[in-house]
């Protein structure tokens, strides 16, 4: 007898939960090879770590349950939070860039620092409500044309919303948009508690004809907001530090995103 099978209840499931919590993800098949018990404990295992609100169960097994997101987005708190995963993926990102690109940033700390990596003598356009990034190129020289958007500047989350902003985003067809995240998760997709991000963010989306592409650093994987920015097909590209499982990896591939890593 293995030692995995004698544990109770209680303490296998505890295992089940951190397993999950590491992975993000987890199949039932996987935890039953891996625990030396049936499919069938393990379904009842992840129903209760549902109720109990640990993990959301998915078809074939479950992922990780943040608690509900409820703060809003501020800039300055946001930029002090995980500072070297966001630099690392925003240089990444810029590599989704082409010359004579017309692309939308979306607000957001991770988003704000895109065209401090760009290459300078790269000519394409930016339409943005996201005024962090005049902050953070400073006097970094770029050959982008870099637009802002109008409306309704928020000094807090250092962007522009409102009507202004919506009308000038209606008369542009960018051909990919990079969105910040506030909160992911498979079966939610993108979220927000800021309607004013949630609005401009859907706008930008519905006028881009090619990739949408999300920012995320881990933190943001499993959590929910109120609000919906983009269901998760809808996502082409994810830029993440996040190194996930097989598992994870391959619901994120049927769902067509592609996972980029930085």
């Known amino acids: 007898m293995g030692a995995t099978e004698i544990l109770l209840p209680a303490q296998r499931r505890q295992i089940i939960f951190e397993i999950i919590k590491e992975n993000y993800t987890a199949r ?11 499919e069938m404990t393990i379904r009842r295992d992840l129903a209760e770590l549902e109720r109990q609100g640990m993990v959301k169960r998915t078809h074939g097994g479950a992922v990780f349950h943040h608690e509900r997101m409820t703060d809003k987005f501020k ?16 240089r990444k990102a810029v590599e989704l860039i082409q010359p004579h690109d017309v692309i939308f940033i979306s607000e957001g700390t991770t988003p704000s620092l895109l065209l401090s990596h760009v290459d300078p003598g790269l000519p394409f356009t930016v339409f943005t409500n996201n005024h962090g990034i005049a902050i953070e190129i400073g006097n970094t020289p770029v050959s982008a044309e870099l637009i802002f958007l109008g409306g309704v500047y928020n000094p807090v ?4 919303s409102g009507s202004y902003a919506l009308e000038m ?6 051909n990919k948009v990079f969105l910040g995240v506030d909160a992911f998760s498979l079966r939610m997709g993108l979220t927000t508690r800021n309607p004013e991000f949630a609005a401009i963010d859907r706008a930008m989306i519905r006028h ?9 650093d881990h933190t943001k994987f499993g959590l929910v907001a109120a ?3 983009a269901k998760a097909r809808e996502i082409d590209v994810l830029v993440t530090n996040f190194k996930m499982s097989q598992s994870f990896y391959n619901d994120l591939e049927s769902l067509g995103i592609e996972v980029v890593l930085a």
């Open 208 to 216: 881009t004809t090619g990739q949408v592409i999300a920012m995320s």
């Open 227 to 229: 609000l919906e920015v």
């Open 28 to 38: 039932s098949s996987q935890l039953s090879e891996q625990l030396k018990v049936s």
């Open 157 to 160: 989350t250092y962007s522009t």
């Open 169 to 174: 985003i209606d008369r542009i067809n960018a």
């Open 75 to 90: 800039y300055q708190s946001s930029k002090e939070v995980n500072p070297e995963e966001k630099e690392k993926i925003a």
